[in-house]
């Protein structure tokens, strides 16, 4: 049995630096003023193209606001970095909250880092649907990865809509591929839809299930399982190894009930402990024995080509409804139906279908 996880932390209080009485606040506010400055699209891409994490950083940043101009200048920059993206493995992990995906995350990640390679996690965490806020505490559940000169941490918040923050990631994927990045990483959130749409852009989707925990049955269910090209079933240590190995065996049973994929790849079912990373050789055997086949039979190029097209239409879905519910005159007339829907004084269909010729004209 291998050594288990140290359980110190990364996280420590350092002591504040006091800025020396000579600083005046003319000095400050010329610091300030030069940070809040934007590099040009040019310099942004060369930095990136360059390995440099703190303007890769910076770029996903822009990527995220809704800011117009960052937008705009957010496009250009991955506009010239494309070029250069399209060369990595791309896997998503998902998994209900609690099966312990930072932990295998971290251990995963940390053997592709062990023999030189890059990688990327873009860990997508759940937003409060009551302040909107996100706790972004990935980097704290990483703390020997974030340390790891080879490795990339980027949690990015959910929000209000799926299909925006699965665009976000994915022009981020691109951006890391440009930054020299072989292998990215996708966490969902572990809830909802957001298997799906991280499933239209990854290469290898694995899934994360725990023993024990009633998962069996409604894992034979039809659903994520048939987009799981593997299914880990982790804490197969200690007291929980029986039922670890019975539950692989079940779902073993339930894969082949499905008809073949059209990758003619089988998914696998495995065990691995995250905390005493063991087992962890045998998921990268999956994944690279999966890049090899779909590789070799031409399903790789096929999918991505299936994403791409699939993103065109997710991004003019998107931006049609942006654009609407922008339009001038919209928010007013919104408001308007609103209140008739609730008077009874029209149908919701009426209303939606009067908005929508508000919004042509």
């Known amino acids: 049995m291998r050594k288990k996880k140290s359980l110190e932390s990364a996280l420590h209080e350092v002591e504040g630096v006091k800025a020396p009485s000579s600083v005046s606040d003319n000095s400050i506010k010329k610091i300030k003023l030069k940070r809040s400055e934007q590099p040009s699209e040019t310099v942004f891409v060369e930095k990136i193209l360059a390995g440099d994490i703190s303007y890769l950083s910076r770029a996903i940043t822009l990527i995220e606001s809704t800011n117009p101009k960052h937008q705009a200048k957010a496009t250009s920059i991955i506009e010239h970095c494309l070029p250069y993206a399209n060369k990595s493995a791309r896997i998503g992990i998902t998994g209900v909250p609690g099966v312990g995906k930072s932990t295998f995350i971290e251990v995963f990640a940390k053997q592709f880092t062990e023999k030189g390679k890059k990688v990327a996690v873009l860990a997508i965490d759940p937003s409060s649907s009551i302040n909107k806020g996100s706790i972004l505490g990935d980097k704290t559940r990483m703390d020997e990865l974030v340390k790891d000169p080879n490795a990339y941490i980027r949690p990015s918040p959910s929000g209000e809509s799926l299909g925006g923050v699965a665009q976000k990631t994915r022009e981020t994927i691109i951006l890391c591929e440009a930054a020299g990045f072989d292998t990215i990483i996708i966490e969902t959130v572990g809830v909802g839809q957001s298997e799906i749409a991280v499933h239209s852009m990854v290469d290898f989707f694995l899934l994360l299930k725990l ?80 890049l090899r086949l779909t590789k070799s039979n031409g399903y790789f190029e096929k999918q991505r080509n299936e994403q791409n097209k699939y993103w065109l239409l997710e991004t003019i879905n998107q931006q049609l409804k942006s654009h609407f519910y922008n339009k001038p005159g919209i928010k007013e007339a919104l408001k308007k139906y609103m209140e008739d829907i609730q008077k009874l004084k029209t149908t919701p269909f009426k209303a939606a279908e009067e908005l929508l010729k508000l919004a042509h004209k």
């Open 211 to 290: 023993a024990g925990a009633g998962d069996e049955l409604q894992g034979i269910k039809r659903g994520i399982i048939e987009m799981a090209d593997a299914i880990v079933i982790n804490k197969a240590d200690q007291d929980n190894i029986k039922r670890a190995n019975l539950a692989k065996a079940e779902f073993s049973r339930a894969l082949h009930l499905y008809p073949l994929k059209e990758s003619n790849w089988q998914p696998q079912v495995t065990t691995c402990s995250a905390f005493y990373n063991e087992g962890i050789d045998d998921v990268h055997k999956i994944i690279e024995d999966y």
